[in-house]
C-alpha cells in the first residue's frame, strides 16, 4: 500500500520571465528607458531560470569565510567567495548593473534601475555592485583620480582578485564611513588622515562596517587637519604591494549571508584625497544618494519577488476544495501585496528617471522620502507573502525565509528610519526649493481623485506645526510618501490599483494589515497583473 503519495503541492516557479511585470515594464518607457527594453527581458529570462536561483541559493548557504594569514603566518587578508558568488557578480557586471550606466545613453539610469530590479535572485552580491555604480559621482571631485579609474569601474568585465586596480580589466569600489562609536553620526569618527609631501595621505583608525572587502578601491572618511574629509583607498598599491588593510572579523548578520561584512584597521594606509579637506561628508553624499535609490529598488524588487511567489502558490494549491486563489479572503490578500508592490516599482522607476534627467530638487526630497517609506513597508510585505504559503513558507527550501531576513536591511543600510525621517526635515529647512519641487510633482495629479486631493492638503497643513514636526517625523514622512505614490498611480497606473491605494492608504478604508481592501476593489485586474506567467 503507497502511503507516500505526493499531491497538492505546487511546483517551482522557473522557466517564466521576471521582467514580465506591467508596473515596471509601463514605467522603463514612460521614464526614458525603453531602448533597454529587450535586455531587461534577457536579463529576467535568465533570473528565472533553476540555474540562477541555484547560483542565489548557494551563494547564501555557503557565505563568504575571512582567511587572515597564510599557512606560514603571513596577513593575507583575503576572503573566500563560493563560485556561486563570482557566477552572480559575472552576470550583474557584465549586464551593466553596476557604473555602466553613466556611460550611456538617456536613460540609462532607468534601464539599469529595471536590471537591478528583476537581477534579484540574491541580494548580497548586490551591495558591491550598488556600491560601484554610486562612486562614479563622489569620484569625479577627484578629475586625476576618475580619469585613472572611471574606466575600469565602468568595465563590462568582473575581474576578480588582489591586484593593482590599473592592471585589472574592470574593477569594484566599496565605501567605509562608520565607526563603533558613531554608526550614522559619521562626523564622529576617529580615523586619522595625516599628510604626505608626494599629494597622499596615511590612515590609521577602525571602520565598524566595511561591506565587500575584497572590493579593488574604497571611498572613506577620515579626520584630516582641517577636517572630515574624503579618501581613495586601494586595496593594491600602484607598485603592487598590499596596502595597510587589516581585516579583523566578517559580521554574522540577520540575512545578505552572501555578502561579506567586514571590521577594518587601517595602519597607516596609502589613500588620495576627494574633494576638499573637510568636506568629506559633501562629497560622499552622492555615493550615499545613489545607494539610498538602490535601497529603494532593491525593497521593491523584494516586494515583487514575495507577490509573484505568493500568487504562484495559491493559482496552485487548493483548501477547503478550490483553489486559494479563488477564496475571497485570499485575493483580498494577494491584491493588497500587489498595491504595495506596484506602488513601490512605480516610484523607484520615477526617481531612477529624475536621475537621468537632472532633476535635482526632486530627486533630492523624493528619495529621502521613499527612501524611510519604501523600505519601512518591505518587511511587513515579506512577512504577509510568506505567510501565504503557510508552513511551506517557513521552511528555507521555499526560498522565503531568505527573503524575510533580508527584508530589514534596506531599512538601515545608509540610513535607518529616523535619519531618513529627519533628513527630510533637514531638506525642508536648508533647502526649501526641493519640497517645493516635491510638492510640484504631486500637483500634477490634483483634481484627479479627491482621496489624493485630501490627503495632499492635510500633509500640507501638518508642516505647519513647526513646534511638533520633529516628535511627529516619522508620521509627517509616510504621508509625503503615500501621497507621492498616490499621484503617480492615479497618472501612470492601472486603473483598479491606483483607485484601491487612494482609497485604502489615502482614504482610510483600510484594516491594519494586509488583506484588508475594501470591498468595492477590483480584485480580479489588480491580481490578473501580480500573477507570474507561469502560474
Known sequence: MTTHEVFNQVPPLIGHDVADDPALLDGIFREGGGWAAEAVHELGRLAGTEQAREWGRLANEHPPVLRTHDRYGHRIDEVEFHPAWHELMRVAVGHGLHARAWTERSGAHVARAAKFYVWRVDAGHGCPISMTYAAVPALRHAPELARRYEPLLTSDTYDFGLRDPAGKRGILAGMSMTEKQGGSDVRANTTRAVPRPDGTYLLTGHKWFTSAPMCDVFLVLAQAPEGLTCFLLPRVLPDGTRNAIRLQRLKDKLGNRSNASAEV??????????????????????????????????????????????????????AFGRYLIDQPLMRNVLADLAVESEAATVLMLRLAGATDRGETAFKRFGLAVSKYWVCKR????????????????????????????ESPLNGIWEGSGNVSALDVLRAMVKEPETIEAFFDEVGLASGSDARLDAAVAEVKDSLTDVATIELRARRVVERLALVLQGSLLVRHGHPAVADAFCASRLGGDWGRAFGTLPAGADLAAIIERARPKTA
Open 265 to 318: 584597521e587601517y595602519e597607516e594606509a596609502v589613500a588620495w584625497r576627494v574633494g576638499d579637506e573637510g568636506r568629506g561628508v559633501r562629497t560622499i553624499i552622492e555615493m550615499v544618494n545613489m545607494t539610498r535609490l538602490d535601497c529603494v529598488i532593491g525593497a521593491a524588487a523584494g516586494m515583487r519577488e514575495g507577490l509573484i511567489q505568493a500568487a504562484h502558490h495559491a493559482a496552485h494549491r487548493r
Open 378 to 405: 518591505w518587511p511587513a510585505h515579506a512577512a504577509e507573502a510568506l505567510e501565504c504559503l503557510g508552513g511551506n513558507g517557513y521552511v528555507e527550501d521555499s526560498g522565503m525565509p531568505r527573503l524575510f531576513r
